[in-house]
């Protein structure tokens, strides 16, 4: 059965690196990995989408190993308003499936 | 360019009744894609549509249909409403390229109560 799985959340201070690492077994060979924010009642948010090795924008980096059985989110020098929750999306048993999401909080 | 827009933003239902929810894709997009998600919980995907058809389905019962039009907007029907229906219902759009999704965008959603 394809699964995704997450820490359920994440503690950190303003200024610090934060990695959020998602486990995903039987995902696609062909489709993407993707990363998103979601805050209180809106819509997830688009953060960053790779589908191997390393990809950097201007707000995140993701890694991804060879086998695609994990991935790592990065947020460099995370603020208080980084605080949300984070979930990665993958195409795991021909479902678009989320992790169950992890609920960063960031202390001043 | 408008985002996602869903419709309405909130809906009050009894147990046993049909529910309508719509969405407009992002200008562009081709594929739509619904999520619930109760409170607390991440996204569940529902289905997802492209080119009218139903390309994937998600672990829902029957009573959850949708449909998509030729304009590329989408619809979410749920029959006979039980309590644990309520939740919020997100549409997502996006492109297809090469049988891949690319990234999701997402509406603000529809909050459905079931009494």
């Known amino acids: 059965l394809a699964k995704t799985t997450q820490p359920i959340s994440m503690d950190s201070y303003e200024g610090q690196e934060v990695n959020i690492t998602c486990s995903h077994n039987?995902?696609?060979?062909?489709?993407?990995i993707t990363w998103y924010q979601q805050f209180p009642s809106q819509g997830p948010r688009f953060i960053i989408q790779?589908?191997?090795t390393k990809v950097t924008n201007e707000v995140a980096s993701l890694f991804i190993p060879a086998d695609r059985k994990s991935s790592t989110l990065s947020l460099p020098r995370v603020s208080l308003s980084d605080t949300a929750v984070y979930y990665c999306l993958a195409n795991a048993g021909n479902m678009l499936t989320f992790g169950g999401g992890t609920r960063l909080m960031v202390k001043p | 360019d408008a985002g996602v827009t869903q419709s309405p933003t909130h809906l009050i239902k009894t147990r046993g009744q049909q529910v309508t929810l719509r969405c407009s894709p992002k200008?562009?997009?081709?594929?739509v894609s619904w999520y619930q998600q109760a409170l607390g919980q991440g996204p569940q995907f529902i289905f997802q549509y492209y080119e009218e058809e139903e390309r994937q389905r998600g672990n829902f019962p029957d009573r959850f249909s949708g449909h998509q039009f030729p304009n590329y907007s989408s619809e979410l029907n749920v029959n006979a409403l039980l309590l644990g229906d309520s939740a919020l219902y997100l549409c997502a759009s996006s492109l297809t390229d090469r049988g891949r999704t690319e990234k999701l965008f997402f509406g603000s959603g529809t909050q459905l109560s079931v009494l």
């Open positions: 039987n995902i696609a060979t062909n489709d993407y």
């Open positions: 790779g589908y191997k």
């Open positions: 200008s562009g997009h081709d594929t």
